[in-house]
């Protein structure tokens, strides 16, 4: 009961990316996915798996400085959830366990956004907006009744970027903000505000390029709104609660070192502290996470191969002060192939 009340989670995942020019303006990018998720709770073991949701995004350079995309998020995944597998997806949803696919399917979506960049005394400069429509979908298998519709999300960013000889230093702030989520066609949750900060610098070491960054997730208090019931069961009002107020701190070091026979070793060791807090100051949960481990790149016949696998370990603490340690290992090979 302890943690997020489960004994071990993981996730077997194949994604597939493809990305195709069409002229020298205008590019099409394509990604999707086969999932499989399993959480252990109690020595029952729940699982949630399939395709998930498919996406595909068109980018047009409308001048050297300025990029305008539109993406379609394609509902192919499931997005119907039974209790046991909202069980998966509600686990593998926590930002600091930092698994790749959470839900599986969240309806239909498109997102339109413009970006541009310049330079000005030695900066570089660039802002971009995108604002996403979210559409209506089912959540639940076991009451088909309920519709859920996400709130529209609109996001703005700006960020910085110079050279320093061989050196780069990059930096940028994120704000995003959304509209009510609504659950039947009433109010349910009003998501508070995202602010993002994130740093990095790139230099060149040895074999090749070192890079350390840091990124700091602010999510602001949102407002959950409850339905009331008597004792038998009959709606009587309902009330609104305060959900707590999130931060998720991420810092890390990927670099390369060259082992001989023409192969690099590519480090990558990051550490992530999360924290939950409630409006009266309190401590609503914490963890933190260490991975280290790094990918081996290899071309074999014009073929690009990553072999990667890390290992984690930390500690997650419930809202009753209550720690427990995690430890957990990520295996991941990418294919990459050009036509």
Sequence with gaps: DEGLGADAAQLFMIPVAVRIPAGDKLTFDLFSAWAEGRVEQANQVFALSGPVDTNIKASYRATPWAMVSVSANLPTGNSAHTGE???VASV???DLLGFREATWGTGTAITTSVASATTAGGFGIGIAAAYAVRGEFEPSADDPSLTYQPGNESRVRLGLDRNFGTSTLTAGATFVTYTDDKARGQNLFQAGN????????????????????AADLM???????????????????DTTVVTAEQNLLVGGVIGTVGIGGGY????????????RTETDGNDAGSGWMVAAG??????????????????????IKDING????????????TIRMNF
């Design 92 to 94: 593998l949803s926590t």
């Design 219 to 237: 999510r602001e208090n949102g407002d959950l709104t409850l339905d009331i019931v008597d004792q038998n069961g009959d709606f009587v009002g």
């Design 85 to 87: 597998e909202a069980i």
């Design 264 to 275: 690099v070793f590519r480090p990558h060791v990051d550490y992530k502290y999360q924290t």
């Design 294 to 315: 790094g990918d081996i790149p290899i071309r074999i016949a014009g073929t690009e191969f990553f072999p990667k696998a890390r290992v984690y370990f930390g500690s």
């Design 322 to 333: 209550v720690n427990v340690s995690t430890l957990g290992m990520e295996f991941k090979g």
């Design 194 to 213: 995202r602010l993002r900060f994130d740093a990095s610098y790139a230099f060149r070491a040895g074999a090749g390029v070192w890079s350390i960054y």
